[in-house]
């Protein structure tokens, strides 16, 4: 089967669960008490949930760029911010293609090795009699190096969703922790009849299996290989941080990102009436439920967002699913047309003001 093949396959692949998603999401929604609930918002929290997401792309570019300059020292603030919101829109079109496309984009505006005018840049037909001419560029910011400081920088990100995560759990353990064991752990001990300790060292055994076998076979298996790839990635970045010269800029940077997350989740929350009584670190939860949705491999993140921050809303908080989804879809509806506004100025700009330094 030919490239071109498997990549229509698997984009007809992430569109059909995307369908079928979006059709869990919405199936059983009452839509004049949709229409209903979303008369009823404070759209002047919606406007400072996208003002969160802007500032929140900006401080991407900048912590980008702070990867950046060891390898080009002339990347700029705007080439940055504007190659994330490219990547971005592009998202849309096929998943995670996004990464792919913002790395094109800095290698092409990255400056020369050698600038136009050195001798040592004319073809070697000069010294044969031949006519000659500028050989080709080579970037500073090669595409393979560009790609290495993205798989830093989403590594980071995991981190941090992770330590979130911990945080979440250990100060919610009463909330969270009391519905993991009440409806998950005990039911699960009562049918099998064996002690909560025996199910759990089973799960470790078969947790320690399975990562031996992935690890086994990474080499021979696509799948597992792409796991192995994912842990790696994460151990990979984190050692690299250590090797940053500018180790204080990239995590302030960070934690800035991760506020502006948190402030969109917040805002969008405090949109609603309904979800009044929830607090700030439940926004954090709905925030971190909601990253893990646009992970899903669908065009941005539509469906899987939808689904999975409204369940997490009706399972652990019991808020009825009609306004679960009232909330994923404020919440991701002003984050894509946020991400299609910026995008498309990106281009535009990127489009009528190319570079006039004497770049190719």
């Not at 406007?47 to 991407?60: G, T, Y």
């Not at 099998?192 to 690890?215: D, E, K």
């Not at 979800?275 to 993140?301: K, Q, R």
């Not at 299609?340 to 570079?355: M, V």
Request: proline letters at 5%.
């Amino acid at each position: 089967m030919g490239t071109r093949i498997r990549k229509i396959i698997k984009y007809a692949l992430s569109l059909v669960l995307a369908a079928v998603l979006l059709y869990f999401s919405f199936r059983e929604v009452k839509w004049d008490e949709f229409v209903r609930g979303l008369r009823t918002c404070r759209w002047g929290f919606i406007v400072l949930s996208m003002a969160a997401s802007i500032l929140a792309f900006w401080l991407r570019g900048l912590r980008w760029r702070e990867i950046l300059l060891p390898i080009d020292g002339s990347i700029r603030k705007r080439t940055a911010f504007n190659a994330v919101n490219i990547g971005y829109i592009a998202n849309f079109v096929f998943p995670r293609i996004g990464e792919f496309v913002r790395c094109g984009f800095i290698t092409k505006n990255s400056a020369p090795e050698t600038l136009p005018g050195n001798p040592e840049m004319q073809c070697a037909g000069d010294a044969a009699g031949q006519p000659g001419g500028p050989m080709p560029y080579k970037r500073k910011a090669s595409y393979d190096k560009v790609l290495g400081t993205v798989v830093l920088e989403r590594s980071w990100d995991m981190i941090v969703m992770f330590l979130f995560l911990f945080l979440m759990l250990l100060f919610k353990w009463s909330e969270f922790g009391g519905f993991f064991l009440e409806k998950m752990w005990r039911p699960i001990a009562h049918t099998v009849n064996f002690s909560i300790w025996w199910i759990v060292l089973g799960i470790i055994i078969l947790v320690a299996l399975a990562i031996w076998r992935i690890i086994a076979l990474r080499e021979k298996n696509a799948f597992f290989g792409k796991i192995c790839g994912v842990f790696t990635g994460l151990v990979q970045g984190f050692a690299s941080f250590f090797r940053m010269k500018r180790k204080l800029p990239f995590l302030i940077y960070t934690l800035l990102i991760w506020a502006m997350y948190w402030l969109m989740s917040a805002s969008t929350m405090l949109a609603l009436p309904g979800l009044d009584g929830l607090g700030p670190v439940d926004s954090l939860f709905l925030m971190i439920a909601g990253s893990v949705g646009w992970l899903v491999p669908v065009p941005g993140g539509f469906g899987s967002f939808h689904y999975i921050v409204s369940l997490a809303l009706s399972v652990i908080y019991g808020i009825p699913f009609e306004q679960g989804i009232i909330f994923a879809t404020l919440s991701h509806e002003s984050q894509a047309i946020t991400m299609a506004l910026c995008g498309g100025a990106s281009y535009l700009y990127e489009t009528l003001h190319p570079d006039t330094d004497g770049r190719p």
